[in-house]
């Protein structure tokens, strides 16, 4: 495909920024099963936040074209060949990861409403509803913002100028594909939905990846991605699981186990490879001291903010104090990755554990210096649930520039998690 071409004669017009119900992560899905059967009952809001401030977003994307999109992805639903595919493939080595109950649902399935108002240069997006439904909104909304920001920028090139942008975008992503490849035992996938320059973008990234490194690429996070290229979905549970079951929790007490609750509920839905501990969202060293001892039966863990040595080195510090053997677990890195971390993260930790790497942003929006003024250039948006039933959600996370909540609140949650001093690290994406 020639993606410049096909930008500049279209203006994209003929491709839809979400195309799918299932153009979203797998983690979505799985999560959005289990809180189908768990919490329909929950009432919660979900919200857009834009940590790159310095990118006006309400500037930059036309009101009239935003609306468009969020209402076409309104309009989507279940196709047959997508449930089939749903219902019959095998994940993870597992048949049937989705209940008939839950696929019945999810047929019938339609995003809700949204809210959406310009404050200054920003805009403000929110969907309130029951759970399972508004947590649908997080990955379409961010592709949705971050294909239109792109849009804006490319609507002003000519036709060469789009074919040499393109050109040096391909190569970049093939030089560190050529790196990559250069890792033994190397294991990675594609994460970068979320914050993606576009889906045909993603697609071409993905193509070059299963291309480019064989058998040490293991899939995409995005479903119809994988459908399409017939490769592993890849994902397994986020954030957004304790922070709403800690908002909900009524003492200080059940605030404590909450984090807890979620691996709990999420063992009995789940088992093989998705029993991946993410535990950062209240403070990973908190997290392992107060952790159950079953929890260090699990196979893994992802190191998702803070520094990533420290993380994998905590995590290989509490297996071995829980009488596991690290070298059969697996650490998953996903925090804002590139070619040379990467190719770090491998040569620290290579032996001492199983490896695998999520690699996002830096792989599907890596425009830097290709545009100018930096016009294209990756910012960090994010989609997060803010309240559970009326209460404010927190997270606190290994990183203090992640955090969010009530300044009051987050000032309770570190006193119940013990968290104390952290050091900020910059939010690349």
Not at 293 to 306: E, H, M, N
Not at 311 to 335: C, M
Request: glycine letters at 8%.
């Amino acid at each position: 495909m020639d993606i410049a071409k096909r930008v500049y004669d279209h203006a994209w017009r003929i491709d839809p920024i979400v195309r799918s119900v299932i153009d979203t992560d797998f983690y979505k899905l799985l999560m959005l099963q289990t809180v189908y059967k768990r919490h329909a009952d929950v009432t919660v809001e979900f919200s857009l936040i834009n940590r790159s401030t310095h990118v006006p977003l309400a500037k930059l994307i036309d009101e009239g074209e935003l609306r468009e999109q969020l209402d076409h992805a309104r309009s989507l639903s279940l196709s047959r060949g997508e449930s089939t595919w749903l219902r019959g493939n095998t994940f993870y080595g597992k048949r049937w990861m989705f209940g008939p109950d839950f696929m019945s649902w999810l047929e019938a399935f339609r995003l809700p409403e949204y809210e959406l108002t310009r404050r200054g240069d920003q805009y403000e997006l929110t969907f309130r509803g029951s759970w399972p439904e508004v947590m649908m909104w997080e990955i379409p909304a961010l592709a949705i913002l971050m294909e239109l920001r792109s849009r804006a920028v490319l609507n002003g090139m000519g036709r060469f100028e789009l074919q040499i942008l393109y050109a040096q975008a391909m190569t970049r992503v093939w030089e560190k594909i050529e790196r990559l490849n250069k890792i033994e035992d190397l294991r990675i996938s594609d994460f970068g939905t979320r914050r993606r320059h576009g889906f045909l973008w993603q697609d071409w990234c993905v193509e070059a990846m299963i291309e480019g490194l064989g058998p040490k690429f293991t899939g995409s996070s995005n479903c119809l991605i994988a459908m399409h290229h017939d490769i592993e979905a890849i994902g397994t549970n986020a954030h957004e699981l304790p922070m709403v079951y800690a908002a909900l929790a009524e003492t200080d007490a059940e605030l404590r186990e909450a984090p807890y609750r979620v691996l709990e509920n999420w063992q009995r839905d789940y088992d093989g490879n998705l029993l991946i501990i993410l535990p950062d969202t209240y403070g990973t060293q908190g997290f392992l001291e107060r952790a159950p001892d079953w929890l260090s039966d699990w196979t893994g863990i992802r190191i998702d903010s803070g520094d990533p040595e420290a993380g994998a080195e905590a995590a290989i510090d509490w297996w071995k104090r829980r009488g596991q053997n690290p070298e059969e677990k697996l650490v998953i890195f996903s925090d804002g990755l590139d070619v040379a971390r990467i190719e770090e993260l491998h040569a620290r930790f290579e032996g001492r554990v199983k490896l695998g790497f999520g690699w996002g942003t830096l792989l599907t929006n890596d425009f830097r210096g290709l545009a100018p003024d930096d016009a294209l250039a990756p910012f960090s948006l994010v989609c997060k649930a803010v309240s559970a039933n009326g209460r404010p959600t927190v997270k606190l996370s290994d990183n203090p520039a992640k955090a969010m909540g009530p300044a009051d609140e987050i000032e309770r949650y570190k006193r119940v998690f013990g968290v104390g001093a952290q050091k900020a690290m910059p939010v690349v994406v």
